[in-house]
């Protein structure tokens, strides 16, 4: 197992795959999560701003989280994130609901196989090896 230093509280501890944090950090930002999302729950006009002072955290983890679409605030908040693709303003994750359209249909079409649209070849290609 790789050691590595705790980003936060400058402790070792055994690495997983994307932890940046040690086990007792992560829990403490966990109960801070759930705190937050109380918060937001209980009031929904709140800012990023506000949320970060109440809770004395950084935007950027706030952020992080609605990213990650493990926070979502209400339609009716003023509260938003640009997309990644076109900067529409957004409530929850990285991408718009329609660059999600067209990434789908782009990979969709991406894997469509090159001898799908031809019924007629079915004998040439019984010879030839498959994968799954």
Not at 83 to 98: D, F, N, V
Request: hydrophobic residues 30%; proline residues 4%; positive net charge.
């Amino acid at each position: 197992m790789e050691l590595k230093t705790c980003r936060n509280c400058k402790r070792l501890y055994n690495y997983f795959v994307g932890q940046n944090l040690c086990p007792s950090c992560m829990t403490e930002l966990d109960n801070i999560f759930r705190d937050v999302k109380e918060y937001i729950y209980d009031h929904p006009e709140a800012t990023m701003q506000q949320v970060a002072d109440e809770f004395q955290i950084a935007i950027r983890v706030i952020q992080g989280w609605v990213r990650e679409e493990r926070l979502e605030f209400s339609s009716s908040s003023a509260v938003g994130l640009p997309c990644e693709t076109c900067g529409t303003m957004i409530k929850s994750g990285r991408y718009c609901p329609a660059c999600k359209k067209n990434m789908v249909e782009q990979l969709s079409s991406a894997y469509k196989p090159k001898g799908a649209d031809t019924a007629g070849n079915s004998k040439q290609n019984s010879n030839k090896m498959r994968f799954l």
